[in-house]
Nanobody, 124 residues
Framework: QVQLVESGGGLVQAGGSLRLSCAVS????????MGWFRQASGKEREFVAA????????YYADSVKGRFTISRDNAKNTVYLQMNSLKPEDTAVYYC?????????????????WGQGTQVTVSS
């Protein structure tokens, strides 16, 4: 059993930055990867970034590559998403998730546990 709580969302102007945090608790020893997904109003949930918990290898969607950075602090059981150069199209509810199987997939169906989400709104 894993619990996740996101924080750090808010309203920011285009070109600005936000840092999201996700506190993970429970059976953290079973986690292989942690990830961030987002879901804009009326759209499907989509992959944003992921990181392998043990070694820190990171993966990004093409839409955010070069602008977003995922990181983790294993001692604090926390994963972060630093978002720079934000665009209006980044507006969405952002969710963190964990995956137990030892590989990274972009399909949300492959991720087991989810947080409640935090709203990010980027104004133009």
């Amino acid at each position: 059993q894993v619990q996740l709580v996101e924080s750090g969302g808010g309203l920011v102007q285009a070109g600005g930055s936000l840092r999201l945090s996700c506190a993970v608790s429970g059976r953290t020893f079973s986690i292989y990867a942690m990830g961030w997904f987002r879901q804009a109003s009326g759209k499907e949930r989509e992959f944003v970034a992921a990181i392998i918990r043990s070694v820190g290898t990171a993966y990004y969607a093409d839409s955010v590559k070069g602008r977003f950075t995922i990181s983790r602090d294993n001692a604090k059981n926390t994963v972060y998403l630093q978002m720079n150069s934000l665009k209006p199209e980044d507006t969405a509810v952002y969710y963190c998730a964990t995956r137990q199987i030892g590989s990274v997939v972009t399909n949300p169906e492959g991720w087991n546990y989810w947080g409640q989400g935090t709203q990010v709104t980027v104004s133009s």
